[in-house]
């Protein structure tokens, strides 16, 4: 049995895979992609996030505190992450549920029994489990023991992942899972450097070794607009895409901005917000554009 950091378990999820899901979201990623929507997943440890607007300055939780890392100012409840050790005990004490500790521990024997309470439905719809992030190879041994558990109770299995990782620990992650849905996220290495903070070569190579050893590879690419959308980068995608040996297709994702309120609660800066999500006609350009090119468009459950 081994243990994990995840910060989410979302269930009867319909767009991470075929059929009913339930998917579980790991903590940590060694990318820091700017237009990422879920930024509680990006750092290792767990830390604490305030919901401003449900706090009404009670103090409550100063006084629990015991590294002393609230205070009130005037402007509202004020955290120093320095000294904050994700405790908790604030998140306990608060009555209007301003704070919450994002990142859990669990044992690959509780999270599967987490996973396995929807099997009827997975199995009525073809579904499965889906293990995202954050980066799920970015805990490795976590990862293979819960895909084998999940493989030895008939619970069809697959992966949301950047590719970040070193290729020869890949094997056993390929052997357990059935779908792999892998990112690209720009194909100039040092714009993916810029934006990502890693290059693109590693990724690239692993997407490539996974195509060559597994059947069931979706390529995913996050739509930016006037960041990742250029013809010329699309072109690229295209070609490298269709060099590519058994992959199911290509799936777009349309930037978004939902998760834009979270970075304001873990006290961090959003890049982005002067990029304009697209729209419906924007995307089945986008679309036609792969389709045109040869290649499947998967949208699961749509
Ligand atoms: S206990 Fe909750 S409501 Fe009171 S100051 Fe702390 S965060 Fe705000
Ligand atoms: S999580 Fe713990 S250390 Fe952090 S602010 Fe709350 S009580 Fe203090």
Redesign the pocket.
């Given at each position: 049995m081994s243990y994990g950091r995840i910060y989410n378990i979302e269930r009867f999820t319909l767009h991470d895979g075929p059929g009913i899901r339930t998917t579980v979201f790991f903590k940590g990623c060694p990318l820091y992609c700017q237009w990422c929507s879920n930024p509680e997943s990006q750092l290792a440890h767990k830390e604490l996030s305030?919901?401003a607007e449900?706090?009404?300055?009670?103090?409550?939780?100063?006084d629990v505190c015991t590294p002393h890392a609230?205070s009130?100012e005037s402007d509202?409840?004020v955290l120093d992450r320095e000294r904050c050790n994700a405790c908790g005990a604030?998140v306990e004490?608060?009555?209007?549920?301003?704070?919450e500790v994002w990142g859990k521990d669990i044992s690959t024997e509780e999270l599967l029994s987490k996973i396995e309470r929807d099997k009827p439905f997975y199995d009525k719809s073809g579904g499965g489990v889906t293990f995202s992030g954050g980066e799920v190879l970015a805990q490795m041994e976590f990862l293979v023991d819960i895909l084998q558990a999940c493989k030895k109770e008939g619970i069809a299995t697959a992966i949301q992942t950047s590719c970040y990782a070193a290729t020869q620990s890949l094997d056993p992650v390929i052997e357990h899972t059935d779908l792999i849905i892998a990112d690209i996220k720009h194909m100039d290495s040092i714009l993916h450097q810029r934006l990502t903070g890693v290059n693109n070569e590693r990724i690239l190579h692993n997407i490539k070794y996974i195509a060559e050893k597994h059947s069931a590879l979706v390529v995913q690419l996050p739509l930016i607009p006037g960041i990742n959308d250029t013809e010329e980068n699309i072109a690229q995608e295209i070609r490298f895409i269709s060099s590519l040996p058994h992959i199911l297709g290509v799936s777009l994702i349309a930037y978004h901005q939902l998760g834009i309120q979270k970075y304001k609660r873990l006290g961090r800066e959003y890049l982005l917000p002067h990029v304009q999500p697209p729209d419906k006609e924007y995307m089945e350009a986008k679309k036609r554009v792969f389709h045109n090119a040869g290649l499947p468009i998967v949208a699961f459950n749509g």
């Open positions: 305030i919901i449900n706090c009404t300055k009670c103090g409550r939780c100063i609230l009130l509202g409840l604030c004490t608060c009555r209007t549920e301003a704070l």
